[in-house]
Structure formats: structure tokens, C-alpha cells
């Protein structure tokens, strides 16, 4: 029976665990490109369907700045990434810890895929990308009519495929945040989590 005066018990490892975070580096990184890639989804699918325009000039310019920045961004995160590890994943069954792996996986390798697809495609339809309209970006592959229709339907299918992603990502967030109440949210944010169940 513990006196008024004991201290409380030590913390089990499995609890503190539970309470890690990403840094708030990798906290910031992850929110700006996610608002980042979900706007550059919607304005993708949007700017397409346009009638030809000034306007939709300026949103294509757009797109490809904001697109290149995002793969700036993303050898960025990938290098903070590899260079600080993430909080050890929590409590979960295999399979799900194993989803969880491969959809991550499946997030890094869409971060590049998809606007280097786009820039390649850019380039080979023949308009090579000048960055903020200032910046004359390199070609990697060369102004070929064929190749432009080959890579415009590859870069639509990574990015609605990068979308899926999300979808599934954001579902499974959601589940582990409030059926499994598990505070798996707090390890993205920035404060620490309000719910009684996440043990601190
Ligand atoms: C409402 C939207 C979102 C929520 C609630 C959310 C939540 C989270 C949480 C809780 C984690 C940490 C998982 C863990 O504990 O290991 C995480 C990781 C991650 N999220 Fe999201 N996310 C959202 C949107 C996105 C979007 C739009 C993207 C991609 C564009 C994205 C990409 C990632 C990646 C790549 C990781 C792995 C981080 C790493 O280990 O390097 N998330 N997200
Ligand atoms: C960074 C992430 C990017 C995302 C999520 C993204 C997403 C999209 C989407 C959803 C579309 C519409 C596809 C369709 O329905 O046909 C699109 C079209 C397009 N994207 Fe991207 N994009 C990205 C980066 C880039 C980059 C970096 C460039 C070029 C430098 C680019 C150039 C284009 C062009 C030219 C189109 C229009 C293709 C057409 O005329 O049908 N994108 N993008």
C-alpha cells in the first residue's frame, strides 16, 4: 500500500514510447507538403479541364513552380528523414504495423515520382520549366510529341495513385485516433494530446 509520500511507479517503457513525437521539424515538413500535394491534386484536376486561357496559362505556371517546389521540399524531408529517427511506431497488430511501412514507403516514392513525371512530360510536350518564370530549369528528356503523350497519362495515374494514398493514410489516422484511441495523432502535432486514454 503506497504512503501519501511514495513516488509514482516508473513509467513503463511501452508508455513512454506511446507519448514520442516527430520532431517538430519533421512535424512542419509533414503538414506543409501535406497541404501542399493535396492542393496541387485539386489544382491538377481543375486547370485540365479549363477552356484555353490566360488563366489556365497562369494556373499550369503555377502548378509546375508549386510542383517543383514540392520535390525541393521532399529531398528535404527525405534527408532529415534518414539523418533523425522517427518516434518507435506504436502498440499495433503486424499487419497493420507492415500497411503502415508500405504505405509510407509508397509516400516517398511518390513525392518524386509524381512531379518529376510531371516536369518530364513538360519538357518533352516542349515547354521546358522556368521556375517562378525566372529560372530556366534543365531537360531531362527531349522534346519528342510521343513521348509527351506516353508520360502525361503516367503522371495523372501517380498522382490520382498518390491520392489513394492519402485516402488510405488519412482513414487509418482517423481509425487509430478514435476507435482505437490510441493518440497516434499527437505524434504529427506539434502540442501534446488531450486524450485521457493516450498515456503520457
Ligand atoms: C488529415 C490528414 C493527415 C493526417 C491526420 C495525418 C497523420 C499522420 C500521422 C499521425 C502520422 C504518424 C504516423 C506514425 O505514428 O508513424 C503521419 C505520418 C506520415 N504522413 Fe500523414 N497525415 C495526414 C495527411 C498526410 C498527407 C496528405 C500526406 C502526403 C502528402 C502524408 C504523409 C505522411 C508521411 C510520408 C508520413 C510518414 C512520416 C515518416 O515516418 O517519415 N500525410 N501522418
Ligand atoms: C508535386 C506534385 C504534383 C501533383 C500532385 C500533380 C498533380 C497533377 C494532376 C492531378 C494533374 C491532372 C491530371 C489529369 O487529370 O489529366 C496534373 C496535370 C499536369 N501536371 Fe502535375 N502534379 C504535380 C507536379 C507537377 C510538376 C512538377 C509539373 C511540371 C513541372 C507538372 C505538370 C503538369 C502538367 C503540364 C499537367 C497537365 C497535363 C495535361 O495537359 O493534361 N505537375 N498534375
Excluded at 477552356?51 to 524531408?77: C, E, F, Q
Excluded at 495513385?161 to 506539434?190: C, E, N, P, W, Y
Amino acid at each position: 500500500m503506497p504512503t501519501p509520500t511514495s513516488s509514482p511507479p516508473p513509467t513503463p517503457p511501452v508508455a513512454r514510447d506511446r507519448a514520442a513525437r516527430y520532431d517538430p521539424f519533421a512535424v512542419g515538413l509533414h503538414w506543409l507538403l501535406a497541404l501542399g500535394f493535396l492542393a496541387m491534386l485539386v489544382l491538377g484536376s481543375t486547370m485540365t479541364g479549363l477552356p484555353l486561357s490566360p488563366t489556365r496559362l497562369k494556373l499550369y505556371n503555377w502548378h509546375k513552380w508549386a510542383g517543383v517546389s514540392l520535390l525541393a521540399l521532399s529531398l528535404l524531408r527525405v534527408a532529415w528523414r534518414l539523418t533523425h529517427l522517427p518516434p518507435p511506431a506504436p502498440p499495433m497488430p503486424a499487419w497493420q504495423h507492415a500497411a503502415m511501412r508500405v504505405t509510407h514507403a509508397a509516400f516517398y516514392a511518390l513525392f518524386f515520382a509524381v512531379p518529376l513525371a510531371g516536369w518530364s512530360y513538360s519538357s518533352a510536350a516542349g515547354f521546358p520549366v522556368v521556375l517562378f518564370g525566372v529560372w530556366p530549369l534543365p531537360d531531362f528528356v527531349p522534346a519528342d510529341r510521343e513521348l509527351a503523350e506516353a508520360i502525361k497519362p503516367l503522371h495523372a495515374t501517380l498522382a490520382y495513385t498518390l491520392a489513394v494514398t492519402i485516402a488510405v493514410h488519412v482513414l487509418a489516422a482517423f481509425k487509430h485516433q478514435f476507435v482505437d484511441r490510441d493518440g497516434l495523432l499527437a505524434r504529427m502535432s506539434f502540442a501534446r494530446s488531450r486524450n485521457p486514454r493516450a498515456v503520457r
